[in-house]
T-cell receptor
Framework: ETGVTQSPTHLIKTRGQQVTLRCSSQ?????VSWYQQALGQGPQFIFQ???????GRGNFPPRFSGLQFPNYSSELNVNALELDDSALYLC??????????????FGEGSWLTVV | AQKVTQAQTEISVVEKEDVTLDCVYE???????LFWYKQPPSGELVFLIR????DEQNEISGRYSWNFQKSTSSFNFTITASQVVDSAVYFC???????????WGAGTKLIIKP
């Protein structure tokens, strides 16, 4: 039990639709990052939020966007869904960023299927 | 460029055997951190260990042990007396002082047969 909770756990969307995934970080953690994990692959970094500001982004297009709220919970929004967006989306929280070597704790993920 | 290589795609052993998962990394930073995570079929990534680049001491936690060797840029993970519950995908990851993200290996799927 990491204290990081994500919702929904599973969802199916149609190509072209929009989706919002939610994450509640571990108590006391001010940094949230999101990762996409395709089947059989390692996670790929999408972006990171530190104290409500995006402070790092991976190689993902602008239709992937996010928010972090004052209570440090977070949302990942994906617009104009494509079939390749089908993946497990993992939220991770930490106290401080990965650059400081802080341990990052993950939620159970949201399984997104785009049809 | 930073990179993490887990050359073993899948390992299958019989319960009670010892098994070692390999991890080789590349980085230009002198300060960096290495991690191992376990991912069972449920999907959650479970943190196992963090090691910083200045601490080459090997670590043992129950049946788990880690061998960090800067000379070979390796951070290998050994499970002693494996159990069926150890079956999962194991990921090695790297973070650097100059980077804000974790760099992941492709993972090693470990199958422990009863």
């Amino acid at each position: 039990e990491t204290g990081v909770t994500q919702s929904p756990t599973h969802l199916i969307k149609t190509r072209g639709q929009q989706v919002t995934l939610r994450c509640s970080s571990q108590s006391g953690h001010n940094t949230v990052s999101w990762y996409q994990q395709a089947l059989g692959q390692g996670p790929q970094f999408i972006f990171q939020y530190y104290r409500e500001e995006e402070n790092g982004r991976g190689n993902f297009p602008p239709r992937f966007s996010g928010l972090q709220f004052p209570n440090y919970s977070s949302e990942l929004n994906v617009n104009a869904l494509e079939l390749d967006d089908s993946a497990l989306y993992l939220c991770a929280s930490s106290h401080g960023t990965a650059t400081s070597g802080n341990t990052i704790y993950f939620g159970e993920g949201s399984w997104l299927t785009v049809v | 460029a930073q990179k993490v290589t887990q050359a073993q795609t899948e390992i299958s052993v019989v319960e009670k055997e010892d098994v070692t998962l390999d991890c080789v990394y590349e980085t230009r930073d002198t300060t960096y951190y290495l991690f191992w995570y376990k991912q069972p079929p449920s999907g959650e990534l479970v943190f196992l260990i963090r090691r910083n680049s200045f601490d080459e001491q090997n670590e043992i936690s129950g049946r788990y042990s880690w061998n960090f060797q800067k000379s070979t840029s390796s951070f290998n993970f050994t499970i002693t007396a494996s159990q069926v519950v150890d079956s999962a995908v194991y990921f090695c990851a790297l973070s650097e002082d100059s980077n804000y993200q974790l760099i992941w290996g492709a993972g090693t799927k470990l199958i422990i047969k009863p």
